[in-house]
């Protein structure tokens, strides 16, 4: 099997919150790659922007109605991305450096780590219970 075709089984296995810590892994390795660049490089804009965009996109689901997650945590979201926003404007200015916003990628990742192993864990409880094994 080629890579590509095992890159997209594998992406259309994935859980929620493995597409999520996936999604939020390559954000923070571009903010990553571009932390020593200049205020006037591009790829630094380039990775303040689509972090941006990774926040405003979760901000705007979590402000939508019928969103599952818990009321105080998507208050919570929507707040870090409003920082996130303004954060990085003072990064792009040279104010800042980026690596808050590293940090705070990555402290949701730990995040989203843990919960995605919740799921394996609580799948391979909900096996044992029916009989069926699934593990390889």
Same mark, same amino acid.
């Given at each position: 099997m080629s890579l590509k075709a095992y890159q997209t089984t594998q992406?259309?296995?994935?859980?929620?919150?493995q597409t999520e810590y996936r999604l939020f892994a390559d954000v923070t390795r571009a903010l990553m790659d571009a932390?020593?660049?200049?205020n006037l490089d591009v790829?630094?804009?380039?990775? *303040?922007?689509?972090?941006? @965009?990774?926040?405003?996109?979760? /901000?705007? !689901?979590?402000?939508?109605e019928g969103n599952m997650l818990p009321k105080q945590l998507r208050a919570s979201i929507i707040s870090i991305s409003i920082w996130v926003g303004k954060y990085?404007?003072?990064?792009?200015?040279?104010d800042e450096t980026v690596q808050a916003l590293?940090?705070?990628?990555?402290?949701?990742?730990?995040? *989203?780590?843990?919960?995605? @192993?919740?799921?394996?864990?609580? /799948?391979? !409880?909900?096996?044992?219970?029916t009989g069926n094994n699934y593990s390889v």
């Amino acid at each position: 099997m080629s890579l590509k075709a095992y890159q997209t089984t594998q992406k259309a296995n994935e859980s929620t919150s493995q597409t999520e810590y996936r999604l939020f892994a390559d954000v923070t390795r571009a903010l990553m790659d571009a932390k020593e660049l200049s205020n006037l490089d591009v790829k630094l804009h380039d990775a *303040l922007h689509w972090n941006r @965009q990774l926040w405003s996109t979760l /901000a705007t !689901d979590c402000a939508v109605e019928g969103n599952m997650l818990p009321k105080q945590l998507r208050a919570s979201i929507i707040s870090i991305s409003i920082w996130v926003g303004k954060y990085s404007s003072q990064v792009a200015r040279g104010d800042e450096t980026v690596q808050a916003l590293i940090d705070i990628n990555r402290n949701i990742m730990e995040g *989203l780590s843990a919960q995605a @192993q919740n799921n394996v864990a609580d /799948a391979k !409880d909900t096996d044992a219970t029916t009989g069926n094994n699934y593990s390889v």
